[in-house]
């Protein structure tokens, strides 16, 4: 299964001078409100200086006597096979999200991709895996996804939701305070109409079918309790299928500087700051909302950041529109999470021969062999025992299965490397032009 996913990638280093004061920022991908609001020349120094619109700093400092530094390794280039270490008086994590993948039969088949995967496929050269596909899973993206497929030219057999949007009327509220959320999710559902895409709500697929590669699903009815209704299930023809259960955050890199996590996401404050003294923590790291809230989460951490670095104390008033807007999308998020969740049983559907962990192949019946002969109460334990999550990815990807498997809670796990990094890198760490 491809997967999509955000993370500290370094394009470049940019000096922003404004006066005396300089501003050096780490840049990556994904979004940096932060970048420009802490700009001591405001954004028109700061894109001048090379930073570019929708940038994402994960490391700031000026030359003002700092009382803590840090040095953050980072990888670089495309294919992130070069090292570049940063020195910054105040660091901004801002490491994004990535999907949670749940496991079923035949989730491994080829032609088997996240709902972030295909959408970046798309977004990043038009580029799509087959000619007639099924989007499934829970959440708000199966809808640019299935759109995007769409009108991409493939056709899109069916939209499969597991929850029941007719549940969002409860959170009316919420709702009102984001109309903008709104009409973008009405304009998707007009394309789905004009493109003759199925909806099936309260629906999951429980199988994908193919020997050398994807050729169809079984998707099946769910129950009031997020069960399979026995006697609904329909095998749909297909070539992929879009599958995602939602975004978990990186805290990686703040759970290795010590910061205060709260089950997934990183703790902060009115002014984005952890608990550790020059650490500031912005967009999905805190919490997954979207870009409208990572943006207003850096444009506070931004303005914070450069009015420490100055010593003064930062005035909210600055950023009075940001704070608005990051309560109410808080807020719409909050109940959004409430509606779109996987279904409540979905680890019936993973039988003991499923493959679980990837990396290692472990299999669904290793884990409850584990938990219910050898007594494994947590994550941890399972992967001591089966090594379920001692792969390439560190159980990013397989922790979430194997710890609904086990019957625990989900986690923060404290990870040596937020990255995957090759050894030459490692071998050359510390060396002068490592700088």
Not at 182 to 196: D, K, P, S
Not at 230 to 251: K, N, Q, S, W, Y
Not at 400 to 416: D, F, H, I, T, Y
Request: with cysteine; proline share 6%; aromatic share 2%.
């Amino acid at each position: 299964m491809a997967e999509a996913h955000g993370g500290p990638e370094v394009v470049r280093v940019a000096e922003v001078r404004g006066g005396s004061e300089v501003l050096r920022v780490a840049v990556a991908p994904g979004g940096s409100e932060a970048v420009v609001a802490a700009a001591p020349g405001g954004p028109e120094a700061a894109r001048a200086a090379g930073v570019p619109d929708g940038a994402a700093a994960i490391g700031a400092a000026q030359p003002t006597a700092p009382a803590r530094s840090f040095t953050i390794h980072a990888l670089t280039g495309p294919l992130q096979e070069a090292s570049v270490t940063l020195r910054a008086d105040a660091v901004l994590l801002a490491t994004g999200g990535y999907e949670k993948v749940l496991p079923f039969p035949g989730w491994t088949l080829p032609g088997v991709v996240t709902a972030g995967g295909a959408q970046a496929m798309l977004k990043g050269g038009l580029v799509v895996s087959g000619r007639r596909a099924v989007v499934a899973g829970t959440g708000p993206l199966l809808l640019p996804v299935a759109t995007g497929l769409a009108a991409a030219g493939v056709d899109v057999a069916a939209l499969v939701e597991s929850a029941d949007p007719r549940r969002l009327a409860r959170r009316a509220g919420a709702l009102a305070a984001q109309p903008g959320k709104v009409a973008e999710g009405a304009r998707y559902a007009v394309q789905l109409l004009r493109h003759r895409v199925k909806s099936l709500t309260r629906h999951t697929v429980v199988e994908a079918h193919g020997s050398e590669r994807l050729t169809a699903v079984t998707v099946a009815a769910l129950d009031d309790d997020g069960r399979v209704r026995t006697g609904t299930e329909r095998r749909i023809a297909c070539d992929t299928l879009a599958v995602g259960h939602g975004m978990l955050p990186h805290t990686d890199l703040a759970e290795s500087l010590g910061c205060r996590v709260d089950g997934l996401v990183v703790h902060v404050d009115g002014e984005q700051r952890t608990d550790v003294p020059g650490v500031w923590a912005a967009g999905e790291t805190t919490g997954i909302g979207g870009s409208t809230l990572s943006l207003a989460e850096g444009h506070i951490a931004g303005q914070s950041i450069a009015a420490r670095l100055n010593g003064r104390e930062p005035d909210p008033r600055e950023w009075a529109a940001a704070a608005d807007s990051r309560t109410r999308t808080r807020e719409f998020f909050a109940a959004i999470d409430t509606v779109y969740a996987p279904p409540a049983h979905w680890t019936d559907q993973v039988t003991d021969d499923t493959v679980v962990c990837r990396c290692e192949e472990v299999t669904g019946g290793a884990i409850r062999e584990a938990v219910g002969q050898l007594g494994a109460g947590d994550v941890r334990t399972v992967k001591l025992l089966t090594r379920a999550g001692m792969g390439w990815c560190q159980g990013r990807i397989c922790e979430p299965a194997v710890a609904g498997l086990a019957g625990c809670e989900q986690s923060a796990a404290r990870r040596l490397l937020a990255r995957p990094v090759p050894l030459g890198v490692l071998a050359h760490a510390g060396e002068p032009d490592d700088d």
